[in-house]
Structure formats: structure tokens, C-alpha cells
């Protein structure tokens, strides 16, 4: 069990970059979330994953936003035409089948736009 | 509609003096569960402690003990005798079975300072 892992740690980019952030989740996990945490803020939901299919999106994820999860394991999250308000961190997690409220956390990827 | 308060923003303490964070939640479920979570400053999430809502038996480990009160939809948080090393930003978190996702609520946090 080595955990769930994101990729890159650290992203600067220039606004109006699209920019893709990549997660893996424990091997045996098929449940994933995606989180955003502004300054100051508390982590909040943007997406959730069952397997391949994407079962919820909050409102926070606008059309600039995209996330995918191909076969059911290692998951994208993408934003395009990047904006200053997009600069977060941005966490993922996951979790087995049958352990319902057990979430697991990635070291999360820091997003700074320029 | 589900909610975390955490009305702490920030709390200073010196070393070796006690401190409480205060979590209150809304929810409609009966079923559900409470979480704390510890972010120093890389970033990093830390699982510290989660109860579910039919268990109100307060928990201690260690230096840390939890104070669960479904009257008062309170979760609070206390640290005795505090160590520099506790400095960090605490979340409580809710997590509700009708959600279907599972998904988590955060609180907006509390910003702890241990002086030496």
C-alpha cells in the first residue's frame, strides 16, 4: 500500500494555460473525489468518481474543467484557459468499496497562476 | 442543508497550555460521521480521529481527546498541554450516508499557534 500519490507536486503557469494534474489512487480503491482548497479555506468537493464513471460534479467545476478517469484507476483533472482564481490546491482521495467513509489523501498538487 | 463551523479562525496558545477547537455541523441523516484532520504547513492532510454518529463515547489518545455531542451537533477538539509541534490548521469534517458519494464537508478551519 504505497498511498495515493499526485503529480506534479507544485504547477505555476501563466494565465490562459491549460494545465493537467494526475492522481493514483490506492490499487484497490475504485472510488475517487477530487477537492479544491483555496487560501484560507477548507477543502471543498469538485468531483467523484465510481470506477470509470463520473457520478457527481459540484457546481464549482465549470466548463473549464475537466476530469476523467480511464479505466478506472489512475485519474486527470484538467483546467483550461487557466484564471488567477483557479490558483488552489488541489487534492485527491480515495477509497475502497466497502469502507464508506474512509477517504484517503494524496499529497495534493499546489496551483499557481500567474 | 449539510454544514461544518468551525468559528475559530485562529487561536494562539503558549506551550503546555490546553486548547479546545470547537466543530459544529448540520445534518439531516442519522447516519453519518465526523472527522478531524490536521494540515501543517507542506500541505499534507492528516487523519486524526472519525466518529460515527451513533457512537457519542468521547475518545482520548495520547494528548488528544474529542468531545462528541449530537444535542448540541458539537465535535470539539482539545489538545492538552500543547507542543510547538501542534502548530498547524485543524478541519472538522462531516460525511452524510444520503450523500451516496460519500463525499466530505469541510469546515473552514482553525489556525493553531503554539508559542515556545
Known amino acids: 500500500d504505497t498511498g495515493v500519490s499526485q503529480n506534479p507536486r507544485h504547477k505555476i503557469t501563466k494565465r490562459g494555460q491549460n494545465v493537467t494534474f494526475r492522481c493514483d489512487p490506492i490499487?484497490?480503491?475504485?472510488?475517487l473525489y477530487w477537492y479544491r482548497q483555496t487560501l484560507g479555506q477548507g477543502p471543498e468537493f469538485l468531483t467523484y468518481?465510481?470506477?470509470?464513471?463520473?457520478?457527481?460534479k459540484s457546481r464549482l467545476l465549470s466548463d473549464r474543467f475537466s476530469a476523467e478517469r480511464p479505466k478506472g484507476s489512475f485519474s486527470t483533472l484538467e483546467i483550461q484557459r487557466t484564471e488567477q482564481g483557479d490558483s488552489a490546491m488541489y487534492l485527491c482521495?480515495?477509497?475502497?468499496?466497502?469502507?464508506?467513509?474512509?477517504?484517503?489523501f494524496g499529497p495534493g498538487t499546489r496551483l499557481t497562476v500567474t | 442543508a449539510q454544514k461544518v463551523t468551525q468559528a475559530q479562525t485562529e487561536i494562539s496558545v503558549v506551550e503546555k497550555e490546553d486548547v479546545t477547537l470547537d466543530c459544529v455541523y448540520e445534518?439531516?441523516?442519522?447516519?453519518?460521521?465526523l472527522f478531524w484532520y490536521k494540515q501543517p504547513p507542506s500541505g499534507e492532510l492528516v487523519f486524526l480521529i472519525r466518529?460515527?454518529?451513533?457512537?457519542?463515547q468521547n475518545e482520548i489518545s495520547g494528548r488528544y481527546s474529542w468531545n462528541f455531542q449530537k444535542s448540541t451537533s458539537s465535535f470539539n477538539f482539545t489538545i492538552t498541554a500543547s507542543q510547538v509541534v501542534d502548530s498547524a490548521v485543524y478541519f472538522c469534517a462531516l460525511s452524510e450516508e444520503t450523500s451516496g458519494t460519500y463525499k466530505y464537508i469541510f469546515g473552514t478551519g482553525t489556525r493553531l499557534k503554539v508559542l515556545a
Open positions: 466518529r460515527n454518529s451513533f457512537d457519542e
Open positions: 468518481f465510481q470506477n470509470e464513471a463520473q457520478l457527481e
Open positions: 482521495a480515495s477509497r475502497s468499496p466497502t469502507a464508506l467513509y474512509e477517504q484517503y
Open positions: 445534518t439531516r441523516d442519522t447516519t453519518y460521521y
Open positions: 490499487s484497490e480503491h475504485n472510488r
